[in-house]
């Protein structure tokens, strides 16, 4: 097994979030001014792009004798974000795009999964779920409820919650 190495405090609540923004200049940028703002509020933020130094993974060209190492790369990615997640009071899940991004999807049912509260974010303006009923895919939107969560669908609204939201150690 791989070693653990976040440093984990006591005195603040720590959400996770999960997120396909790394992927791309212009929403890894909208992911530091969100993980800003929750510091500043008084949380830790767990973020799976910073933990694993992955922002410049997505430019790997991937040749044949560099498989094995990647693959021992990810499997340490997806082991420190099972206990990042696991360490976590809560996810905040950002379901943005035309599909939600399958990595967020399986963030979303492992912390459900394990019982944790998950807050979703989705601000995107298209039709995502299988009928008027559903925000995003009705599964996702379950797991989300079922949790005590809900679905947020603006910054603002986001940070308002989160500043309302009582805080461990404060």
């Known amino acids: 097994m791989f070693k653990y190495t976040l440093t984990i405090t006591e005195n603040y609540m720590k959400i996770y979030m999960a997120s396909p923004f790394g992927f791309t200049e212009i929403t890894n940028h909208f992911m530091e001014i969100v993980e800003d703002s929750l510091i500043k509020i008084g949380y830790e933020v767990i973020n799976p792009w910073r933990l694993n130094n992955?922002?410049?993974?997505?430019?790997?060209?991937?040749?044949?004798?560099?498989?094995?190492?990647?693959?021992?790369?990810?499997?340490?990615?997806?082991?420190?974000?099972?206990?990042?997640?696991?360490?976590?009071?809560?996810?905040?899940?950002?379901?943005?795009?035309?599909?939600?991004?399958?990595?967020?999807?399986?963030?979303?049912?492992?912390?459900y999964g394990i019982g944790k509260q998950i807050i979703g974010y989705r601000n995107d303006k298209r039709k995502l779920g299988e009928n008027a009923?559903?925000?995003?895919?009705?599964?996702?939107?379950?797991?989300?409820?079922?949790?005590?969560?809900?679905?947020?669908?603006?910054?603002?609204?986001?940070?308002?919650?989160?500043?309302?939201?009582?805080k461990k150690g404060k």
């Open 54 to 111: 992955i922002l410049p993974i997505t430019q790997i060209t991937i040749k044949s004798n560099d498989r094995a190492t990647l693959s021992q790369s990810n499997i340490k990615i997806g082991h420190n974000n099972e206990i990042a997640i696991r360490n976590c009071d809560l996810v905040l899940a950002f379901l943005e795009g035309c599909d939600i991004d399958s990595g967020t999807a399986s963030e979303v049912g492992f912390a």
């Open 133 to 166: 009923g559903c925000i995003v895919n009705l599964q996702l939107q379950y797991w989300i409820e079922q949790s005590n969560g809900f679905i947020l669908s603006s910054k603002k609204e986001l940070l308002e919650y989160f500043t309302k939201l009582e």
